[in-house]
């Protein structure tokens, strides 16, 4: 891999990335800084999702949640589209964000912000 | 952990040193530094996921869009082209310009999908048998490509299969403003970020609802005319449509006839005769629903529009096979969201809203990344050149350069301007007809002559910011291989020998491109295009929401300009913003060009007085102020226009379509004053 410029890169043309929630579970993502994602509840189930944890160190007051979902089927199933974005030109190292379910079965996951997106992460299937 | 981790990054590293050499130099020879781009080195490492997304060789041969061709009709009432148009969404693949340089991404598109409405074929040169356009779903790019001719009639009947759930990211509500939110990376608290007190109709909305605009026809605005005031719902909408909406609401039909030039008769009012007509030339379409035309361009929903006529016949005369070699060149940029640009991760109310694209999409031609024309040497081909992108990151300014440093670019002649031949005298002009660069704003079009030189060798097309990079918008992020397409010039001379025309030989202006100088003017406006309730004190209020005289559009007179029929007006278009040029379009009426005054040239460039004859133009510039906001030296340009023909509504605008979307955008009611009665304006979206 190249060396990076000094000063570190420009940050990316978004896109937007979904996260599926399905079986009370949630979906590890990858994504970049510029990056929407859209939050996609599949479960009969309402959710409220919140941060518990940045680069490992625990988030403490614990901000507002970052989206709450209604259940599959109703208008406020998705989350509005939510921003990841860095003022300025984004860290080299990635941002790693674990956050969860703040009710049963209070599932956890991973989300991870860097420079570029990995390959992969695009979902595979076609409309 | 890695400074410089990615996480499952392609470990593959793909080097390729000819490709490293030439990025450095095309940089060098446009004069852009390398300290604000992706040095090569990390452009080579960007990574490559070849799983998903092909690694795109350079200069793929170019390949043109199909085209759907008009025939003559059996019955004079008949149409000459009958096709039918589907909104569809798809997954495709899209080169961007990542953190560390190119890279694909999976994007979720709404586009085109075109048939004849027999199904025939569309005799496209790489599969003669195939009978839709896009050949793919997942092929980025413009919708098919129309081939008409004055006096011809078209229907085009439109259909919406979106189905909304396909964009989770779209709000439920076709109705409601769209909503955003940023989370603050350092401390995760997320932070609302749009409509940020934008209201209904002037905010992002209605993002799977859609129709058409022909821009640059000369038709009516009217009934199943260039009607933007048609909204064609997505099936499940949400909320239902009003009672009064027509039960297929998810289709519509645009039939219309292009009319012929004048002593013809007006295809609509049949008793009277023909004052302006069509221009023959390179238009194009593109979806015009109020509140999202700047998200359905980012996903590449429009394509060209391109009406023959006399002009084109004279040109064939002069330049015999000129039609058979032409290129039609879509430019666009591919995106999937509307990027709002706050000026930090906290935003308060009343803070500016920047708007744009995102990041620095690449710039496709008919969906390829720099593609290769090939010619023989001393050959000359038409290029009709349309920008069909949405944001002000591509105001760019276009010149041949050699490449590798070499000397070796073609010659061009500019032959018509927004679809709109230029007279002989301009085709004779240093800053037109012999210009050997050019200048396109979102929505502009260019039709050039490019002859190659007599040897055999290859030379890039190449574009820079026109002055620069903007400060509102889109943040320019890169300018990495700043150049469109590749010219490769080989083979035998062509034979026999091909010339331009001549100054005596160029085909003249027909009289109704001609202005009679004795035509009293009835009437001077001046519009400024500034911010909602601007002014009100020094600072611009109300999030800096672009609006046209103050007033964000509201689909009433309060916002329109009511103007009499068969009357000629002279318009100040004046720039409040220092940060960003604003397109004027107008639709149905093109005006000519008097006048330009760019502040941000040096002093003895600022104001350009034209020459007639006047170019005639549907979309201008107008250049960015300087100064403050609250003592700004505008930046204006002076036009005249004709408004003739075709009584109805329509509408104005600025060009950068997130601008449009959020305000700055007026009705035109033009009224006959034959029969006068008060302006009733339809609801408009």
């Known amino acids: 891999m190249g060396k990076p410029k000094k000063g570190g890169f420009p940050p990316s043309q978004g896109s937007v990335q979904e996260v599926h929630i399905q079986g009370g579970k949630i979906e590890d993502k990858t994504i970049a800084w510029g990056d929407w994602v859209v939050w996609m509840n599949k479960d009969p189930a309402k959710y409220t999702l919140i941060l518990l944890e940045i680069n490992g160190k625990p988030v403490t007051p614990t901000p507002p949640p970052w989206a709450t979902l209604g259940e599959v089927g109703k208008p406020d199933a998705n989350s509005s589209a939510v921003l990841f974005s860095w003022p300025g030109v984004p860290p080299k190292t990635p941002y790693v964000y674990i956050y969860g379910m703040q009710e049963p079965p209070n599932s956890q996951a991973t989300l991870t912000v860097q420079i570029s997106t990995a390959p992969g992460s695009v979902p595979p299937e076609s409309v | ?685």
């Open chain 2, 1 to 685: 952990m890695n400074e410089n981790a990615i996480v499952n990054q392609n470990e593959a590293v793909r080097t390729n040193p000819s490709r490293r050499h030439f990025c450095a130099s095309a940089l060098t020879a446009l004069g852009v530094s390398l300290a604000d781009v992706i040095s090569p080195e990390q452009l080579e490492a960007a990574p490559q996921d070849t799983s998903v997304c092909t690694p795109t060789p350079q200069f793929q041969p170019f390949v043109p869009v199909a085209e759907f061709v008009r025939h003559p009709a059996a019955n004079p009432s008949d149409a000459n082209l009958d096709v039918n148009m589907t909104v569809k969404a798809a997954w495709r693949n899209v080169t961007t310009i990542s953190g560390q340089g190119p890279q694909c991404k999976r994007m979720k598109l709404r586009y085109y999908e075109g048939r004849y409405a027999n199904n025939s074929a569309l005799k496209w040169a790489p599969n003669p048998a195939l009978s839709k356009w896009p050949a793919s779903p997942d092929l980025p790019g413009p919708g098919p490509t129309f081939r008409l001719r004055v006096g011809d009639r078209v229907r085009i009947h439109l259909s919406n299969e979106i189905d909304p759930s396909d964009f989770p990211n779209t709000t439920p509500d076709e109705m409601a403003c769209d909503s955003q939110t940023v989370i603050d990376p350092t401390t995760g608290q997320p932070v609302p970020l749009y409509p940020h007190g934008e209201t209904m109709p002037s905010c992002f909305h209605g993002d799977n609802t859609t129709n058409l605009h022909f821009h640059g026809t000369h038709v009516t605005p009217n009934g199943h005319g260039d009607n933007v005031m048609i909204d064609v719902y997505p099936k499940g909408h949400v909320p239902p449509p009003p009672p009064d909406e027509p039960p297929n609401f998810s289709e519509y039909t645009n039939d219309f006839r292009i009319p012929l030039p004048p002593p013809a008769s007006n295809p609509v009012y049949p008793a009277k005769k023909m004052q302006m007509g069509q221009a023959p030339g390179t238009h194009w379409y593109h979806a015009h629903k109020h509140g999202s035309v700047a998200l359905q361009l980012l996903n590449g929903m429009s394509g060209a529009f391109i009406i023959e006529g006399e002009f084109d016949d004279e040109l064939e005369k002069l330049m015999p096979g000129l039609r058979r070699t032409e290129k039609v060149l879509v430019i666009q940029q591919i995106g999937d969201q509307i990027t709002i640009q706050p000026q930090a991760n906290s935003i308060q109310p009343g803070d500016p809203l920047n708007t744009c694209a995102g990041g620095d999409p690449r710039t496709l031609v008919n969906g390829q990344l720099q593609p290769a024309i090939t010619m023989q040497p001393g050959e000359i081909q038409r290029w009709r050149i349309i920008n069909a992108t949405m944001q002000q990151v591509s105001y760019l300014s276009y010149s041949f350069i050699g490449k590798n440093g070499s000397g070796y670019v073609p010659t061009i002649r500019q032959i018509a301007y927004d679809g709109i031949q230029i007279a002989p005298e301009r085709y004779n002009d240093p800053d037109f007809g012999l210009a050997q660069q050019f200048t396109l704003a979102p929505a502009n079009r260019i039709d050039i002559l490019v002859q190659a030189p007599a040897t055999e060798g290859e030379s890039l097309l190449g574009f820079k910011p026109v002055h620069n990079l903007p400060q509102a918008g889109c943040k320019s992020t890169t300018t990495i291989d700043p150049y469109l397409l590749q010219l490769s010039v080989k083979g035998n001379p062509i034979s026999p020998a091909m010339s331009f025309p001549t100054v005596q030989n160029f085909p003249h202006l027909p009289a109704w491109l001609e202005w009679n100088e004795n035509d009293p003017i009835k009437e001077a406006r001046t519009l400024q295009f500034n911010w909602y309730e601007y002014p009100k004190g020094n600072t611009r209020p109300h999030n800096g929401q672009p609006a046209i005289d103050g007033k964000i559009f509201d689909g009433t007179l309060h916002t329109a300009q009511v103007v009499d029929l068969d009357t000629r007006e002279e318009w100040k278009l004046e720039n409040y913003w220092n940060s960003s040029i604003h397109p004027f379009h107008i639709h149905v009426n093109p005006f000519q060009i008097l006048e330009i005054f760019d502040p941000n040239n040096p002093p003895e460039t600022q104001l350009t007085k034209m020459k007639p004859p006047y170019v005639w133009r549907d979309t201008i510039a107008i250049p960015a102020s300087t100064g403050t906001i609250a003592e700004p030296n505008v930046g204006y340009v002076r036009i005249r226009s004709r408004f003739v023909d075709f009584p109805g509504t329509f509408v104005l605008h600025c060009h950068i379509l997130d601008h449009e979307d959020r305000g700055m955008m007026q009705m035109v009611e033009i009224v006959d004053p034959k029969s006068r009665v008060i302006p009733r304006l339809p609801q408009h979206h």
